[in-house]
């Protein structure tokens, strides 16, 4: 892939590309502005405790409001992987298939495969960095907002900070590709990504609940803590075993009416994943995004390959 292959690359996408690149520019220079402001000015010290500081810095309007436009700013993170990653995959073979310029260029160039890897691997690797970028700044705004967190050991703002926010822009890119160069065009293949990222996504819940359940710990000393990954409130039997509310019902009916006291010996108890483990939970979850992503890039390689130009 030659210097002259990407530019034309940006040069085919440059509204696209403008597009991705000009919102993560405004993301991270605003988050920059805010978090610079927010420690510089020494309002850090007006939220770290839970009593509120009523001195006349932490009730002044910089104050208000750079915590609120960095809760906006962390809103808006999981919007941008979605959002670029239709912009940046989508139209890269369905427009040109759309526009006839494709068959044009098969029929001039020796390589389909060398056509395709110029016009895919600059764009994933621009709109790339730029989730990147926007996952490091949605860690440091969680930071700013709720300083108690610890970021390395906590599951807050799960799937919306970090490592997630690249390899899901990847996982919506790769599926609007493959589309994109199955169907040849362009606004079916948007509304088709979106509904099956929406479908894929439903589907590695439930995978990934079932997973986290078989690791789940139980205790009743859980108290909902916001650093822990909470996944069900189930009820512990004085045998040992962990159950569920219809499963204690099948077995003793009459709690269902009359309830139970203490000497039953049952407990509620939560099943939950520490917040010490977030990042291997996370690092396992990319990778398992990663593989799909992969298998979407798959299959739009082999769509350019195979597909009769028309």
């Given amino acids: 892939m030659s210097l002259r292959g990407a530019l034309l690359s940006f040069r085919i996408q440059r509204f696209e590309s403008t597009v991705v690149v000009f919102a993560a520019l405004l993301s991270v220079a605003v988050s920059a502005v805010v978090i610079t402001l927010f420690y510089g000015g020494g309002y850090a010290s007006c939220f770290g405790n839970d009593q509120p500081v009523l001195s006349s810095l932490c009730q002044s309007t910089p104050a208000e409001w750079l915590p609120r436009i960095a809760r906006l700013s962390l809103a808006l993170v999981p919007i941008f992987p979605v959002i670029g990653g239709l912009l940046a995959g989508g139209p890269i073979v369905a427009r040109e298939l759309e526009t006839g310029t494709a068959r044009l260029a098969w029929s001039l160039g020796p390589s389909r495969l060398r056509w395709f890897a110029q016009r895919v691997v600059p764009i994933f690797l621009m709109f790339l960095v730029a989730c990147f970028a926007i996952g490091v700044v949605a860690d440091s705004l969680l930071h700013l907002v709720q300083p108690t967190v610890a970021i390395d050991g906590s599951f807050v703002g799960y799937r919306a ?125 990319a990778a398992a995004l990663l593989a799909i992503a992969l298998a979407f890039g798959c299959l739009a390689t082999v769509a350019v390959l195979r597909r009769r130009p028309r």
Avoid at 211 to 225: I, K, M, N, R, T
Avoid at 235 to 246: K, Y
């Fill in 161 to 285: 900070r970090g490592l997630l926010i690249p390899t899901l822009g990847l996982v919506v890119a790769s599926i609007a590709l493959a589309i994109g160069a199955l169907t040849g065009r362009t606004v079916p293949t948007i509304i088709l990504t979106l509904m099956l990222f929406g479908g894929l996504i439903a589907a590695a819940d439930t995978v990934e609940k079932k997973v986290l359940l078989g690791e789940a710990v139980v205790g009743g000393d859980f108290q909902y803590s916001e650093n822990n990954l909470w996944l069900d409130s189930k009820f512990l039997m004085p045998d040992g075993r962990v159950m569920s509310w219809d499963e204690v019902i099948a077995e003793h009916p009459e709690f269902n009416e009359f309830g139970w006291d203490e000497s039953s010996g049952i407990q509620p108890v939560a099943l939950y994943i520490p917040g010490a483990r977030y990042h291997d939970v996370e690092r396992r979850e």
